[in-house]
């Protein structure tokens, strides 16, 4: 299945109802993403069409709500992205992915052992908890893509299923894509090296290119940066803060980041160092 690919709309709302209570997600839930779709149905009627495409989804989200940026959505806006993802998932993949995992990290139970014990060995390895965090969110997503498949044992794992899974996020940003692609690069070399398949599967996972698309970092002249200083009323103490993550960002060269992650426990008052 390609992304262009269109299908009927009664069709495909009433596979995916089927596949929502196969999962079992309750009844008010599908209420609540049916009436979406009522309206998607009544949108596509306009248009003079009854069939459905991921490009379709989007349209019909930018025309009917407005939402053309997917962060910081309403509760309202929420659920309407989530009707829209989860028909164009099916749509392309035949499945529908969860919308977020518990905290404590599960897999599904053929792969909980060997997920966790590489998650385990990556901690040992001095990887930070957001790193971690990342890799257990991306991991959690291919073990339900393996499970959709009817996988049962890792080492039937093979060619297609590294890229058919590597499309499933084509609607994600690139830093995602790329993030998502380099962390199976390593979970792959962790199976092989271990003798959980016989084959390197880190040289089938696809390039993305993310790397050539970044930009030379731009940076500001002496001057500016005495101006933009020079510009804050430190007579306030919102301003005496404004000037002192400028200065630490000019003088430092801190990322902002770091700069968030600032506390009292970083700042050496006897050796003046942050």
């Known amino acids: 299945m390609t992304k262009y690919q269109e299908i009927e709309m009664r069709a495909l709302i009433c596979a995916v109802k089927g596949e929502l209570k196969k999962r079992y997600y309750s009844d008010s839930y599908i209420r609540g993403l049916t009436t979406i779709w009522n309206r998607l149905t ?3 009627k306009k248009k003079e069409t009854s069939a459905y495409s991921a490009k379709t989804g989007l ?8 939402i053309t940026v997917y962060k910081q959505l309403s509760k309202k806006d929420k659920l309407c ?3 829209i993802n989860i028909l164009t998932d099916y749509l392309l993949h035949g499945m529908i992915f969860p919308r977020k995992r518990q905290e404590s990290k599960t ?5 909980q052992k060997i997920f966790q014990e590489y998650i385990d060995k990556k901690r040992k390895d001095g990887l930070s908890d957001d790193t971690l965090q990342s890799y257990e969110i991306y991991l959690s997503r291919f073990s339900d ?5 009817g996988i049962v044992d890792i080492c039937y794992m093979d060619e297609a299923v590294v890229l058919g899974f590597s499309e499933t996020f084509i609607r994600y940003s690139p830093s995602v894509i790329h993030c998502t692609l380099c962390s199976l690069r390593t979970f792959f070399h962790y199976l092989y090296e271990n003798g959980f398949v016989s ?7 696809p390039r993305d290119g993310y790397r050539q698309q970044t930009k030379v970092p731009s940076a500001y002249s002496k001057e ?3 101006k933009v200083l020079m510009s804050i009323d430190r007579g306030n103490p919102k301003g005496k803060r404004d000037y002192a993550i400028i200065l630490i960002a000019a003088r430092l060269g801190l990322r902002a980041q770091d700069i968030c992650d600032l506390s009292f426990n970083n700042l050496k008052w006897e050796k003046n160092t942050i």
Request: glycine residues 2%.
């Open 42 to 44: 009544e949108y596509l």
């Open 145 to 149: 893509y393996l499970e959709s498949l």
């Open 81 to 83: 992205t989530r009707a």
């Open 59 to 66: 349209d019909f989200l930018e025309a009917e709500y407005g």
């Open 224 to 226: 500016d940066v005495e």
């Open 199 to 205: 084959k390197n599967f880190a040289y089938s996972v």
């Open 107 to 111: 897999y599904c139970p053929q792969f």
